[in-house]
């Protein structure tokens, strides 16, 4: 059985920094991308990140990009989410998700995320 658990939220004051985990189970981790997502209240669900375990090869949604880090401990089965220079409209439930393939060259579509974690909430204050 696939398993996802992500933990590391919290609550910042803007400009601060926080790193998500993602540990993954279940699966060939080396066959899987790995997506992170956020949703903010009202809002609807949107990609942040990804990164193929088997090449490296990493996306970045404009909004993060520069700011956020994708990365990978492939003995540990867990991928973490860097977040630096955190913004207010960052705040949000962050997901991680992942989905057979790899390499990749843009952000798989959220549909085919078939695995997903319950999410770990991040809240930066202004």
């Known amino acids: 059985e696939v398993q996802l658990v992500e933990s590391g939220g919290g609550l910042v004051q803007a400009g601060g920094s926080l790193r998500l985990s993602c540990a993954a189970s279940g699966f060939t981790f080396d066959d899987y991308t790995i997506g992170w997502f956020r949703q903010a209240p009202g809002k609807e669900r949107e990609g942040v990140a990804c990164?193929?375990?088997?090449?490296?090869?990493?996306y970045y949604a404009d909004s993060v990009k520069g700011r956020f880090t994708i990365s990978s401990d492939n003995a540990k089965t867990t991928v973490y989410l860097n977040m630096n220079s955190l913004k207010p409209e960052d705040t949000a439930v962050y997901y991680c998700?992942?989905?057979?393939?790899?390499?990749?060259?843009?952000?798989?579509?959220?549909?085919?995320?078939?695995?997903w974690g319950q999410g770990t909430q991040v809240t930066v204050s202004s």
């Open positions: 990164i193929s375990i088997s090449d490296g090869s990493t």
């Open positions: 998700a992942a989905v057979a393939g790899g390499p990749i060259a843009t952000m798989p579509p959220m549909t085919v995320f078939g695995s």
